[in-house]
């Protein structure tokens, strides 16, 4: 099986993204995350979670140089 499409457990996918698995499940209920449901159990495509991630990346914000100089 390829990697990419290889199905996370709740905890893999915690470690993955440095979070709690409590995290995770909380996003997996909100539907935040992407997931499937195999029986009663919660699995994530690990592809899917990237795709994800790179959805919510930012640039980040320029730094902008103020002159705080007192007077």
């Given at each position: 099986m390829d990697r990419r499409n290889r199905l996370l457990t709740v905890d893999e996918v915690a470690e993955y993204l440095q979070v709690k698995s409590s995290?995770?499940?909380?996003?997996?209920?909100?539907?935040?995350?992407?997931?499937?449901?195999?029986?009663?159990?919660?699995?994530?495509?690990?592809?899917?979670?990237?795709?994800?991630?790179?959805?919510?990346?930012?640039?980040?914000r320029r730094t902008i140089k103020c002159d705080v100089r007192l007077k």
């Open positions: 995290t995770i499940y909380q996003w997996t209920h909100m539907e935040f995350i992407p997931h499937v449901k195999v029986g009663k159990f919660v699995r994530f495509r690990l592809d899917r979670i990237d795709t994800w991630l790179e959805k919510r990346s930012t640039k980040g």
